[in-house]
């Protein structure tokens, strides 16, 4: 069944896609969205059923401007996670931290996010200290129960593996 529609991005080369949200034959929400260069995605977006989702949805549809917030210039995804149009009335914010250079250029930033409120993390650790010894990756096998931790406004630990 078909809930609504919104935007999201491509999950290889980040372009802006239309997206449509369903739930699916187990009662969970999921997100379909299509790239025209890398295919069809389908993404579980909520574990529990359409009701709870929607109560959530109309809990959270006010927009707060964080502190620090700012205006987004670019739009999504160049402006996402600080933006005024998606830090929403305290729900959290779960990342999975997967780059080559986390433990260089982008260690001040996760820094900053590891102290911010509603800011939580999938655990991560160093992909191959030997080859790449600035690069981290998530533990993607944790993410479902990090999500599960993250909506009762938990962090998972151990946060580094």
């Known amino acids: 069944m078909r809930v609504g529609r919104t935007e ?10 239309s997206a449509e949200k369903r ?13 025209p260069e890398h295919g069809k995605f389908s993404t579980l977006i909520w574990e529990d059923n359409l009701i709870s989702y929607m109560r ?3 809990g959270s ?12 210039k670019n739009g999504c995804p160049n402006d996402c996670g600080l933006c005024k149009a998606h830090l929403r009335n305290a729900r959290p914010i779960l ?26 993390f999938v655990p991560f650790g160093q992909d191959s200290p030997e080859k790449k010894p600035y690069s981290l990756i998530a533990d993607f096998a ?11 406004g938990q962090q998972m ?3 580094l593996f």
């Open 95 to 120: 990342l999975a931290v997967s780059t080559n250079d986390g433990l260089s250029g982008a260690a001040a930033n996760l820094g900053r996010l590891l102290n911010r409120k509603h800011y939580y």
């Open 23 to 35: 739930t699916g034959a187990d009662g969970y929400i999921y997100m379909d969205k299509q790239c």
């Open 56 to 58: 959530w949805n109309l």
């Open 142 to 152: 944790r993410l479902p129960a990090a999500a599960r931790l993250a909506l009762r």
């Open 8 to 17: 999201s991005v491509c999950p290889v080369c980040l372009r802006k896609l």
């Open 157 to 159: 630990q151990p946060i």
């Open 61 to 72: 549809s006010t927009v707060e401007p964080p502190v620090n917030g700012r205006d987004a």
